[in-house]
């Protein structure tokens, strides 16, 4: 079973900048998370959809983060523009879906963000 | 709100020693307890979780772990450790009223000696 991809790996950009990420979950996993890990921190979930629907964004700083899973699959999470707190390593996850008990979430390897 | 915290940011266990990690959460109801392991530039691989039913959880790599309501905690133990097993650990309570959002804690950084 393939496991939650993401792209890129690594990405360096300056302030004020744009840049994008990409996920694709699990087959069949309704539900998606994007974390946002700061350097020596746990990860922070930033946004969570239920199929293409957000069920949670209030960590999601909406004045520059956005994103977005349209036909409830694949999702893009964008910054624009970008500042220096933003580096970190952005993971996204994904899980079977909400009411489903007894689910996990299975986490990509992430995209590691700095910002210059 | 839901929240979890691990008080020990690193610990510095020998080769083929005993292992306990400390997680303490805070949650209104009966937890969603998950444990990962996070190997340097990796994602996060589920160790064990715990959901309902027995208190005492095994996972994979041999670690297990132990639900107490009553002191709100989730420790992590392995009672051999190898060198692999150096990496970071995180605490999670996730939540179980729909959605499964996870809160994770800061992490406990594993050093292996030889």
């Known amino acids: 079973e393939a496991g939650v991809a993401q792209s890129p790996r690594y990405k360096i950009i300056e302030k004020r900048q744009s840049v994008a990420f990409w996920c694709n979950p699990i087959s069949g996993h309704a539900t998606l998370y994007w974390y946002q890990q700061i350097l020596g921190q746990g990860p922070k979930l930033l946004i969570q959809f239920q199929n293409n629907g957000v069920v949670d964004d209030s960590q999601l700083p909406k004045d520059r983060f956005s994103a977005e899973r349209l036909k409830g699959v694949d999702s893009t999470l964008k910054i624009q523009p970008a500042k220096l707190e933003d580096s970190a390593v952005y993971l996204c996850?994904?899980?079977?879906?909400?009411?489903?008990?007894?689910?996990?979430?299975?986490f990509g390897q992430g995209t590691r963000l700095t910002v210059v | 709100a839901q929240s979890v915290t691990q008080p020990d940011i690193h610990i510095t266990v020998s080769e083929g020693a005993s292992l306990e990690l400390r997680c303490n959460y805070s949650y209104g109801a009966t937890p969603y307890l998950f444990w990962y392991v996070q190997s340097p530039g990796q994602g996060l691989q589920l160790l064990l979780k715990?959901?309902?039913?027995?208190?005492l959880v095994q996972g994979i790599k041999g670690f297990e772990a132990e639900f107490k309501r009553s002191q709100s905690s989730f420790n992590l133990r392995k009672p051999s450790v190898h060198w692999s097993d150096a990496a970071e650990y995180f605490c999670?309570?996730?939540?179980?009223?729909?959605?499964?959002?996870?809160?994770f804690g800061t992490g406990t950084q594993l050093k292996v000696e030889l």
């Open positions: 999670a309570v996730g939540s179980t009223g729909g959605g499964n959002k996870l809160t």
């Open positions: 715990y959901f309902s039913g027995d208190t």
């Open positions: 996850a994904s899980s079977l879906g909400r009411g489903r008990v007894n689910t996990e979430a299975f």
